[in-house]
T-cell receptor, first 116, second 114 residues
Framework: GAVVSQHPSWVICKSGTSVKIECRSL??????MFWYRQFPKQSLMLMATSNEGSKATYEQGVEKDKFLINHASLTLSTLTVTSAHPEDSSFYICSAWDRVHGNTIYFGEGSWLTVV | AQSVTQLDSQVPVFEEAPVELRCNYS??????LFWYVQYPNQGLQLLLKYLSGSTLVKGINGFEAEFNKSQTSFHLRKPSVHISDTAEYFC????????????FGKGTRLSVMA
């Protein structure tokens, strides 16, 4: 069945560096993907909507210059955390609708980011 | 816009007892409804979803949920829980049209005790 894959699953980076997380739809094309963040023992909060070929739409309070989103193809969206700080440490997860094969939304496995 | 309220942040229950995790939603449009489970340090696993049709939805691991439009609820139930059901459970809602994101509730921590 359709799958959304994220990479890397775990990443540790130093403060001030940037890290890129990839989200791929493996069996279907996704014109729109969604990025969420989850802090420990909290719920998933929508960060932004990634639109293929155009700018992402960010939720209120999410810094667009810090969380760069690129959706260059119908199967790949990337989230780059720029100048990372320890408070950016979180679980990041992406999702996408497959409206063709059963009208289902799929989530990636998630990416654990630790900034030291 | 949609919103989800999970009324209980924690639900402790003994093994083999029944459990109900409550979820209410708010939306100005027709919705799809979902329940996800998250085990410690893992991603989301879909338990069940309501898209249309029968309001009683059966999912994996013996869980079921009932969509009640008049009460705007989608409560999750299991007749007999196991220790392995201990996890965080999230209710989520989305609009039916276009590419709309899921909006999650704050989660309910189910703790099953021996």
């Amino acid at each position: 069945g359709a799958v959304v894959s994220q990479h890397p699953s775990w990443v540790i980076c130093k403060s001030g560096t940037s890290v890129k997380i990839e989200c791929r739809s493996l069996d279907f094309q996704a014109t729109t993907m969604f990025w969420y963040r989850q802090f420990p023992k909290q719920s998933l909060m929508l960060m932004a909507t990634s639109n293929e070929g155009s700018k992402a739409t960010y939720e209120q309070g999410v810094e667009k210059d810090k969380f760069l989103i690129n959706h260059a193809s119908l199967t790949l969206s990337t989230l780059t955390v720029t100048s990372a700080h320890p408070e950016d440490s979180s679980f990041y997860i992406c999702s996408a609708w497959d409206r063709v094969h059963g009208n289902t939304i799929y989530f990636g496995e998630g990416s654990w980011l630790t900034v030291v | 816009a949609q919103s989800v309220t999970q009324l209980d942040s924690q639900v402790p229950v003994f093994e083999e007892a029944p459990v109900e995790l409550r979820c209410n939603y708010s939306s100005s449009v027709s919705v799809y409804l979902f329940w996800y489970v998250q085990y410690p340090n893992q991603g989301l696993q879909l338990l069940l979803k309501y898209l249309s049709g029968s309001t009683l939805v059966k999912g994996i691991n013996g869980f079921e949920a009932e969509f009640n439009k008049s009460q705007t609820s989608f409560h999750l139930r299991k007749p007999s829980v196991h220790i392995s059901d201990t996890a965080e459970y999230f209710c989520a809602v989305s609009g039916r049209t276009g590419n709309t994101p899921l909006v999650f509730g704050k989660g309910t921590r189910l703790s099953v005790m021996a």
